[in-house]
Nanobody, 119 residues
Framework: QVQPVESGGGLVEAGGSLRLPCVAS????????IHWHRQAPGKQREWVAT???????NYAAFVKGRFTISRDNAKNTVYLLMNSLKPEDTARYYC????????WGPGSWGQGTQVTVSS
């Protein structure tokens, strides 16, 4: 069982950048897909990006071209690099690991890290 822990959140001005690491403890990291989701106050949690075991990436339309997901299997870490941040990107960002590859399938969630983008 792989358990993720997110960090790297904070307050940033619009147009700025943040990089969120997701460090996974436990064995089997390299057979897990890693997904980032986010949840803004009063809104449902939404999928942001996925990186598969082979490094294939997928992004939600609203972050494509601005966010980049990458993984370092040697460090059991996935990164979400967020550029050109907008106030509407303000949310708590969560990392999820699973072996079925689906962003909406069962998996292990982290506690999240708060990202706040000021206008």
């Amino acid at each position: 069982q792989v358990q993720p822990v997110e960090s790297g959140g904070g307050l940033v001005e619009a147009g700025g950048s943040l990089r969120l690491p997701c460090v996974a403890s436990g064995s089997g990291f390299n057979i897990n897909a890693i997904h980032w989701h986010r949840q803004a106050p009063g809104k449902q949690r939404e999928w942001v990006a996925t990186i598969g075991t082979g490094g294939i990436t997928n992004y939600a339309a609203f972050v494509k071209g601005r966010f980049t997901i990458s993984r370092d299997n040697a460090k059991n870490t996935v990164y979400l690099l967020m550029n050109s941040l907008k106030p509407e990107d303000t949310a708590r960002y969560y990392c999820k690991t699973n072996t079925d590859g689906s962003p909406w399938g069962p998996g292990s969630w982290g506690q999240g890290t708060q990202v706040t983008v000021s206008s």
